[in-house]
């Protein structure tokens, strides 16, 4: 089962660390080993809030997921990603910014640093959204009762969410916005900061609400199919399955790439700590981005989710110190190292309380069974 699921990602590991030492020895073979365990401890969080989605679509999305999916994390967002940042805010054609990776790096990097503000306010605010929409959702389930309860109630007002983020995004305006020194003198990014920001909760209040639309359309459709299925059954009559409609896990999957897409900005900024090389950036995280993929699968083929029920909560309690973590860093430089060891650190402890509550479901469920067993 592992080799099945992770194959891909090992024989991507392979080459990926070969086409390092060929490209520029095995101080880039350093380099990429390092961007992958970067991308790998960053991202932990997006593979079980992914498998979330991920199990509710059927095994021809879950492939297009590993395959179209995989191309565009690691094209789209590990090396196109960085160009168009640059090309955007230079002002610079796709061509020149390429150009620029690759003859002028130095520059590259100072160019990518300036537009930090403006992707650290979409990607804080998207993924601030996700974890507001699960902390005041009332959910059967709780892992922090005392927390989640409150919460929950709070939930019940109409758009709390979005009015939440647009006052944490315009407090993250005034107070976290640098001041950017250009050739025409200091230019304050405040208004950058803002319309990053809204693009960022408009991106995810159109794709969100889409996947939502075509969700709940696809479990009408699951219902009907369950009624017509106990129907048939009842008059002894043959049992088709019916083929869910693509639409529905076309616009989650729309939905997932949007959430990589966010979960990897931390990693494509976090690697220009590490290099300013694109070619070696392009491997180390894609490499790192195919290992996430992997794990998203294998949680969903386990179950895991299904049995350490809070790992969810976990999840998206990293998410949301990762959105905290993003906006703080529009004007503070915050080492990568303790994005990723707060993500990791919560996913664990969610993990650890999960077995716990296993063990005591078993212990009481072994109570349970000799009374029963006398009563009969």
């Known amino acids: 089962m592992v080799l099945k699921t992770f194959g891909w990602s090992f024989a991507v590991t392979a080459l990926g660390l070969v086409a390092a030492v060929l490209y520029d020895g095995w101080t880039a073979f350093s380099l990429v ?3 992958c365990v970067l991308e790998i401890s960053l991202s932990f969080d997006n593979a079980v809030v992914n498998a979330g989605i991920l199990k509710k679509m059927n095994a021809f999305w879950q492939r297009i997921f590993l395959t179209i999916g995989i191309l565009i994390a690691v094209f789209g967002m590990r090396l196109v990603f960085p160009v168009v940042i640059v090309a955007v ?7 020149e910014a390429v150009e620029l990776a690759f003859n002028d790096k130095e520059k590259y990097e100072q160019l990518v640093t300036d537009a930090h503000a403006s992707i650290a ?24 009762g005392w927390l989640e309860r409150p919460l929950a109630k709070l939930g019940k007002v109409d758009m709390l969410s979005v009015c939440i983020s647009l006052i944490v995004l315009l407090i993250s305006a005034v107070f976290l916005a640098p001041e950017a020194h250009t050739h025409s003198g200091p230019q304050d990014k405040t208004e950058t900061v803002l319309l990053s920001g809204i693009a960022g909760l408009i991106t995810y209040l159109v794709v969100g609400g889409l ?18 299925e106990e129907a048939a059954r009842k008059s002894g009559k043959r049992v088709t399955a019916l083929q869910v409609g693509g639409k529905a896990a076309f616009f989650m999957f729309l939905y997932l790439e949007v959430l990589d897409a966010s979960f990897s900005f931390d990693g494509v900024i976090g690697a220009f700590a590490i290099t300013n090389d694109i070619v070696l950036m392009a491997i180390g995280l894609g490499v790192g981005a195919m290992y996430v993929r992997s794990l998203t699968v294998y949680l969903v083929r386990q179950g895991t989710l299904d049995d350490y029920v809070y790992l969810e909560h976990g999840a998206h309690y990293a998410i949301g110190a990762l959105a905290t973590l993003l906006l703080i860093t529009i004007r503070f430089e915050i080492n990568e ?8 650190a919560l996913i664990g402890w969610s993990f650890w309380s999960s077995v716990q509550r296993n063990r005591r479901l078993a212990a009481e469920d072994e109570k349970a069974r000799p009374h029963s067993e006398a009563g009969v």
């Open 33 to 35: 080993a390092i961007l």
């Open 89 to 95: 805010s230079a002002s610079l054609g796709p061509v």
């Open 121 to 144: 306010a979409f990607g804080g605010m998207f993924l601030l959204m996700i974890f507001l929409d699960f902390i005041f959702e009332d959910r059967d389930v709780k892992w922090l």
């Open 211 to 228: 996947s939502g639309y075509f969700e709940n359309k696809l479990e009408e459709q699951e219902e009907r199919e369950h009624e017509a």
């Open 337 to 344: 190292l303790i994005t990723g060891f707060i993500g990791v």
